[in-house]
């Protein structure tokens, strides 16, 4: 709904129901009249009216209880007059312009000290000015000392009644910013009341990191000053996780993309817990961060149980690292001197040595460090470059691989390695394999890409190790594999969701 649709109609009469002077007090009270003293835009308004009607004095009213006061006027020094000499009251109470031609002559006004005294008021026109609900609040009127028999033009009595609709819209404008405001002021209120219930520590900031607002939960915890800025945060970090924390908050800041981190927070009793801190951008249409909020939540007890877990962990990965041992072993034992298995056993050895390095990847006390694609994929293709290690590169953006999707993983880039050593480019001593990563949404997209060895055969999917492969992708990861049987060599495009990936 437009302000316009939303006002009082021209030519008619107010509301009976806010005529009373109990509704009206209510009504302007809403209005907020108090900030439109003086206003500027009533005051180009009255101006204008004042030179469109030729006339010495204009006036935009508000008639109250006990006065009537000018929130727009010009011509005149006084701000206020006495309801009980007030034109604008009767005014008010019209739906059509109030014109006296000489409140001399007119019984309603010859005896108001405007008339009789020192001013000497005798033409009067005034378009009365309502509510939206149809309250009367008061006029816009021109005012001139000398008798005007032949009242206003056509052309004046029309300007002065768009003007009068300009007065409402502004009139109206001010009560909806007001209401806007007030409406504004109690969710912040409500806000903060839910922020100050939370167990976790509330914070918002400016789309540069100037922080505007914590809950009192900080000062609970922390015992100390709000930090204002990125620089006050440092103390209340533990020194050695300082800067791989600020690290990541720069890099957020500098790419408008999420945070996520976890540090040891100073407490108010000088101790230290581990909590974990995370942030969201609000952007504008464009793009633009306009503000940043965010928490910090208390984990300490659950990280001390993440790291007697990750002990326990250890020790498991030790055990199913010796049962993967022990099972090539008696594949090996059981294949000796059989020519006919000796083939089966050599791939079934290899297969179960890559499995075990993507277990021992992703242990959290492994010996590669954090789980990651990229360097997941460098350690299980490893054994197969030979001598040259160009022969294969492992290249682009990288994802967090969980302990679910590691065995997988490594059953699709063994068979693909070890299809390749047999049939394809690892078959021949020029021969590449260039693997790329690349992101795409919440994908990671891995392109496999042979050259320099023979023409590839298309199997039509019969091959075991292909029927391998495209469970493991499309079954346990939730993948998808394209194949592309170029000339030049095979072409593999997987695509794994993130979130599969991380699981």
Request: a negative charge; aromatic letters at 8%.
């Amino acid at each position: 709904m437009t302000l316009d649709s939303t006002l009082w109609p021209d030519h008619a009469a107010p509301a009976p129901a806010f005529c009373g002077e109990e509704e009206r007090a209510r009504i302007m009270a809403a209005h907020g009249f108090d900030s439109l003293q003086d206003d500027p835009e009533l005051a180009e308004i009255t101006g204008f009216a004042a030179r469109l009607c030729d006339a010495p004095v204009s006036l935009v009213t508000l008639v109250e209880s006990e006065r009537q006061r000018f929130l727009g006027r010009t011509g005149v020094e006084l701000d206020e007059t006495p309801r009980s000499t007030s034109f604008c009251a009767h005014a008010m109470m019209g739906g059509e312009m109030l014109v006296v031609l000489d409140a001399t002559e007119d019984a309603r006004f010859a005896g108001f000290d405007l008339v009789t005294g020192d001013f000497g008021l005798r033409f009067y026109a005034g378009v009365p000015l309502t509510s939206i609900e149809g309250a009367p609040l008061g006029a816009l009127c021109v005012i001139d000392t000398k008798p005007r028999p032949n009242g206003l033009t056509e052309l004046q009595r029309q300007g002065l009644a768009v003007l009068a609709q300009a007065v409402k819209r502004r009139i109206q404008a001010r009560r909806e910013l007001r209401e806007s405001e007030a409406e504004h002021a109690r969710r912040d209120s409500q806000f903060r009341m839910l922020g100050d219930w939370l167990p976790d520590i509330i914070w918002s900031s400016d789309g540069e990191g100037r922080f505007d607002y914590f809950n009192t939960r900080w000062d609970t915890v922390t015992g100390g000053k709000p930090p204002d800025d990125i620089d006050d945060w440092r103390p209340f970090i533990h020194e050695e996780d300082r800067d791989r924390t600020f690290g990541s908050w720069e890099d957020s800041l500098a790419q408008g993309a999420a945070y996520e981190a976890e540090y040891r927070l100073r407490q108010a009793g000088g101790g230290w817990r581990w909590v974990l801190s995370r942030a969201l951008p609000v952007k504008s249409e464009g793009g633009g961060v306009m503000r940043w909020f965010g928490t910090l939540t208390d984990i300490d007890e659950a990280r001390r149980q993440a790291d007697s877990s990750g002990a326990l962990a250890h020790e498991m990965a030790h055990r199913i690292k010796n049962v993967f041992a022990l099972i090539s072993g008696l594949v090996s034992v059981r294949t000796r001197g059989n020519e006919e298995l000796r083939a089966f056993g050599e791939d079934l050895v290899s297969t179960i040595t890559a499995l075990g390095k993507a277990q021992d990847f992703v242990q959290p006390a492994g010996e590669h460090g954090p789980s990651e694609l990229r360097r997941l994929i460098r350690v299980l293709l490893d054994p197969f470059t030979g001598e040259d290690a160009g022969r294969i590169s492992v290249e682009g953006e990288t994802a967090r691989v969980g302990s679910r999707a590691a065995t997988p993983l490594a059953l699709v880039l063994h068979e693909l390695a070890t299809n390749s050593v047999k049939y394809g480019a690892l078959s021949s001593r020029k021969g590449r394999v260039a693997v790329t990563l690349h992101a795409d949404g919440g994908d990671i997209v891995v392109t496999w890409t042979e050259t320099g060895g023979p023409e590839p055969v298309d199997h039509d999917g019969r091959g075991f190790g292909t029927r391998l492969i495209d469970m493991s992708v499309t079954s346990q990861l939730y993948g998808a594999i394209e194949r592309d049987w170029r000339k030049d060599g095979l072409v593999v495009t997987l695509r794994f969701p993130r979130e599969k990936l991380a699981g």
